[in-house]
């Protein structure tokens, strides 16, 4: 671990990560513990780091980042490739400069990879991926689709069946490309490159509500984005004609408006369709959160003044 001096000169001794599934309350919870603790939020949502593309993923409100300054927001177009390592670079030179102020971070979001590899230290030197075979792959995508990849890379390592929906085509591409350039399997790959450990202790608080509550939370907040115009933003994206390989493209929230967009299906078929993936979305979350390493679980009605002092100092 570095600077870790700079860390407890703000007076705590762990850096806060509010995660969760979608629509659990994270954005409001962060608010409230950047202002308890005297600190700054930075984004930890795959889906946030893409500009233009706001209502669809739930970004905080300009009230919200009048409140609070908020960060890792609106880094790339949408047809910008990013991964894990990329945000992960990010995120430290952020760390950096909010220390440096004296302000502590406040991490915030629901993609459990970025707060995985925060928590433990990835260091994605340690298995560097051919980043021809990676083009490669995405031009068979484009081409054949995602079955034939996805079958080689159950084959290559069966675990991934557990860890990877084959939906997922962008993650489905990046690690078959990177078990061909290494010739190792992920779990291997994951211990070389956790060996280092973390840069800085981070301490994750997650959200937790009855699963029926939730899942009215996710059909409500749908409906809200359908009120704040998503099917504007829907449409601006599709038409920029990116490839179908494009995360944003596969983002949650606009592609199950694209065939109402197109007239093939009506609205009512693709918002039902868009809720129940973000039920789905919401239920692998959760089963993400679940299996990492030392999370504390706040439900969902005892979010009002929770005390994370004691657990940072």
Not at 109 to 125: I, M, N, P, R
Not at 129 to 158: C, F, M, T
Not at 165 to 190: G, Q
Request: hydrophobic share 35%; aromatic share 8%.
């Amino acid at each position: 671990m570095q600077d870790l001096q700079k860390l407890y000169q703000t007076g705590y001794r762990s850096i806060p990560v509010i995660c969760g599934p979608t629509a659990s309350g994270k954005t409001s919870l962060a608010i409230s513990a950047a202002l308890q603790l005297g600190g700054e939020i930075c984004c930890c949502d795959s889906m946030q780091i893409y500009m233009h593309l706001s209502i669809g993923t739930a970004k905080p409100t300009e009230e919200e980042k009048k409140r609070v300054p908020h960060h890792l927001i609106d880094l790339v177009e949408p047809n910008s490739s990013f991964h894990v390592a990329a945000y992960l670079e990010a995120a430290y030179s952020k760390i950096d400069e909010l220390l440096n102020r004296g302000v502590l971070p406040v991490f915030c979001g629901g993609t459990g990879q970025y707060v995985q590899a925060l928590q433990k230290g990835f260091d994605f030197d340690i298995a560097p991926v051919d980043q021809d075979k990676e083009a490669s792959l995405r031009q068979e995508y484009e081409r054949d689709g995602i079955e034939g990849i996805y079958r080689r890379l159950i084959e290559l390592d069966p675990d991934c069946r557990e860890k990877i929906h084959p939906n997922n085509t962008k993650r489905v591409i990046h690690t078959l490309a990177l078990l061909e350039s290494v010739s190792k399997t992920t779990k291997e790959i994951r211990e070389d490159s956790v060996a280092q450990g973390p840069r800085y202790p981070f301490t994750l608080f997650a959200i937790d509500w009855p699963r029926h509550e939730l899942y009215e939370r996710i059909n409500s907040r749908v409906d809200q984005m359908l009120e704040s115009g998503i099917l504007d933003e829907a449409e601006w994206l599709l038409s920029q004609q990116l490839p179908e390989s494009c995360t944003a493209m596969q983002a949650i929230g606009y592609k199950e408006l694209f065939p109402y967009l197109k007239g093939e299906n009506s609205l009512e078929e693709c918002v039902s369709l868009l809720k129940q993936h973000t039920r789905n979305y919401a239920k692998r979350q959760l089963t993400w959160f679940r299996h990492m390493d030392d999370v504390h679980w706040i439900s969902g009605h005892q979010l009002n003044g929770y005390d994370f002092k004691s657990y940072l100092c």
